[in-house]
Structures are given as structure tokens and as C-alpha cells.
């Protein structure tokens, strides 16, 4: 128990393990209110505490929205440091990669705008500047699991050589694309996500209940916290460290 409440502390006591909680708090209070919201006015009592499961959602999210006004400047020391990706091996995850950082790091001054806007800091039409920040976030996602789909090829090519001249390492390519297969799943859900906030008629926009927002998110955000401890675990976190997970 002790250790366990070490784990959490240590967690929350970094930027991006603290992200992580409060975005699996947040869909997490999502899912369960949206749940208990749609049952019948008659049990007032669920149905009060899942409007209160909502709003704190809602708050949350608003509070990640906000920390993420000081993540530019770490998401382009990330990209900077990226470069034009001078060593990956593989030209397709190479600019698949450069692609994915663009699009991120656009992704900020837009949701910025958007927030800015929303707060009557500044005076333009912020609906247009959430759509563009959700189609960039949308469009992460999709590069993202186009590389997971290409870096899953090129291990397991690389399985087969470790069978016969690297047994001992046949082990960790496992790990890795397991994590690969993990960061498809998480991608997939938040994808979905995405879509459901882009305007209506664009595909299922717009049709997601709050459980199933909740639902996709928590899911995305539980696959985070995994994929992060196992990266601590093993010493080879590769990603935007200092920076939190992009978002419409």
C-alpha cells in the first residue's frame, strides 16, 4: 500500500505523469456521469451526481487546456531536436514523424486562439480555431498510427532475423510492439473522439453520448499511464516527455 501511494506521488509530482492523471480523472468522471445522467429523472439522486460528474469533467479538461499554454516552447525543442530525422533508419517512420511534429506543433497556437478567444481575451470567432485545432489533433493521431503500422512492420522483419542470429534479443522486439500495438489502440480511441467533435455530417460527428466519450478517452488515458510506466521501466522512453498529450 505504502509503495503504491509512492508510485502515485511520484507520478503526480511530474508534469507528464500528472497529465496523464487528470486526463484518465477527467474521462474517467465523464464516463461514469454520462452513464448516470441518462438514467431516469425519477432516480434523482444518480442522475444529480452524474450531472456533477460532467461539470467536473468539464473542469478538468479546462484546467489541461490551460497548462498547455506553456507547452510550445517544449514541443519545439522536441521538434528541433527531431530535426528532419537524421537517424531514423526508415525514410517512411522518418517522415511520417516530421509530418506528425508539424501538425502538433500547430496544434498549440490554435488551441491557444480558441481558449483565448473563449475567455473574451481577444476578439475573433473561436469555433473555427477549435475545428482547426481538432483536425490537426485528429490528424496526429491518423500519422501516428500509420507510423505504429510501419514501425510494426519493420520489427517484425527484424523478429524473424533475431530468431536465427540474435535470440536474445527476440524478447525485447516483442515488448516493442506490443507498446506499438497499445499506441494503435490508444491512437484508434482518441481518433474516434475526434471525429465526434468535427461538425456535423462529417462521418459520426457529433453522435458519441458523454459515456462513450468518456468511454474512448479513458481507455486512451489508462493505455498512457501503461505505456509511460513501461517506458520508465525500461529506460528508453522515446516522445514528447515535457510536453502533454495534445487534445480538441
Known amino acids: 500500500m505504502e509503495q503504491s501511494v509512492e508510485s502515485l506521488v511520484r507520478l503526480l509530482e511530474s508534469y507528464r505523469g500528472r497529465d496523464k492523471v487528470i486526463r484518465t480523472v477527467c474521462y474517467g468522471s465523464q464516463l461514469i456521469g454520462g452513464f448516470l445522467s441518462r ?25 489541461r487546456t490551460v497548462l498547455r499554454l506553456f507547452d510550445d ?7 528541433h531536436g527531431y530535426g528532419l530525422g537524421a ?16 501538425a502538433d506543433q500547430l496544434y498549440y497556437p490554435c488551441e491557444h486562439i480558441a481558449w483565448a478567444a ?3 481575451l481577444i ?7 477549435w475545428l482547426f485545432s481538432t483536425v490537426l489533433w485528429g490528424t496526429s493521431l491518423l ?3 500509420f507510423r505504429s503500422l510501419r514501425v510494426l512492420l519493420l520489427l517484425k522483419k527484424n523478429d524473424k532475423i533475431s530468431v536465427v542470429y540474435f535470440s536474445c534479443s527476440r524478447s525485447w522486439l516483442r515488448r516493442q510492439m506490443q507498446g506499438e500495438v497499445l499506441s494503435i489502440f490508444s491512437s484508434m480511441a482518441d481518433l474516434s473522439n475526434a471525429i465526434h467533435w468535427m461538425p456535423p455530417g462529417f462521418l459520426w460527428a457529433g453522435r458519441f453520448p458523454n459515456w462513450l466519450v468518456g468511454l474512448m478517452g479513458t481507455v486512451s ?28
Not at 43 to 59: P, T, Y
Not at 87 to 102: C, K, P, Q
Not at 222 to 238: E, F, K, P, R, Y
Request: negative net charge; contains cysteine; charged residues 20%.
Open 118 to 120: 473563449d475567455a473574451e
Open 221 to 248: 488515458s489508462l493505455i498512457g499511464l501503461i505505456q509511460m510506466n513501461a517506458c520508465d521501466s525500461d529506460h528508453g522512453a522515446v516522445g514528447r516527455a515535457a510536453v502533454s498529450q495534445p487534445e480538441g
Open 39 to 63: 438514467k431516469a429523472e425519477a432516480d434523482v439522486a444518480s442522475h444529480r451526481l452524474g450531472k456533477s460528474l460532467l461539470l467536473f469533467s468539464a473542469q478538468l479538461s479546462q484546467c
Open 73 to 79: 516552447l517544449s514541443m519545439l525543442a522536441y521538434s
Open 87 to 102: 537517424g531514423e533508419e526508415d525514410a517512411g517512420v522518418r517522415w511520417i514523424s516530421v509530418l506528425t511534429n508539424v
Open 143 to 145: 500519422l501516428g498510427i
Open 123 to 129: 476578439r475573433v470567432e473561436s469555433g473555427k480555431w
